[in-house]
């Protein structure tokens, strides 16, 4: 089963993937926990390019194509194989935070980011995504409170930036209702490891 986790900066998503794959490999199942951009040592050089503060000349199509570079190395080295196995895969953001951020916020379009990524992933989608919602005023609140956290380019970009990514999130969980639950990322930590615990395990006895 491949599982991703989405939403806006300082949604809370990364603090609920560690606590839900707590509970799953508690629960007996073998586990793999990884991210996007990254995994593997040449997305993780990848990330490093595409995130580094230092790259604000960095052009919005390249940074659409490197994202996709990233995420086709992260298949092949840790996706595919661990499925295959039959372990669950669950992963810190894919394919949807390209079409979010790069086809959405950034104008080149989400058709056209997703064919790109149709190339690249040769159409491969998860099995579940959770989409965790927020107000990016208190995302980014939360932010600026952690700090143990990484501060990236994306976190320089401006509130309006952000709510762009917000609305074309929202746009995808229309789009793809069956796969993306939506998740009020405002609630308290646990109650949101909860719900995605249950919804996790509804699907898993599907």
Not at 69 to 85: C, D, G, M, Y
Request: aromatic share 8%; glycine share 6%.
């Amino acid at each position: 089963m491949f599982i991703t986790f989405e939403g806006g900066e300082g949604s809370g998503k990364t603090t609920a993937i560690k606590a839900i794959t707590k509970l799953l490999q508690k629960d007996g199942y073998k586990v793999i926990l990884t991210r996007e951009p990254g995994g593997p040592r040449i997305s993780e050089d990848i990330r490093n390019v595409i995130l580094d503060k230092k790259n604000t000349m960095m052009d919005k199509r390249t940074e659409a194509l490197l994202y996709a570079a990233s995420r086709r190395q992260h298949l092949i080295e840790t996706v595919w194989p661990n499925l295959k196995k039959g372990n669950i895969v669950i992963c810190d953001r894919y394919l949807d935070s390209s079409l979010a951020y790069q086809g959405g916020a950034r104008k080149i379009g989400i058709d056209n980011v997703l064919n790109m990524n149709m190339f690249a992933t040769e159409g491969t989608f998860p099995d579940l995504t959770f989409l965790f919602d927020i107000e990016p005023k208190l995302g980014l609140k939360r932010i600026s409170k952690n700090k143990g956290r990484e501060v990236n380019r994306l976190d320089l970009e401006r509130i309006s930036f952000h709510n762009e990514v917000r609305k074309n999130f929202l746009l995808l969980a229309k789009r793809y209702p069956k796969r993306i639950v939506k998740i009020d990322a405002s609630k308290t930590p646990e109650e949101i490891v909860k719900e995605v615990y249950r919804a996790i395990k509804k699907r898993l006895k599907k």
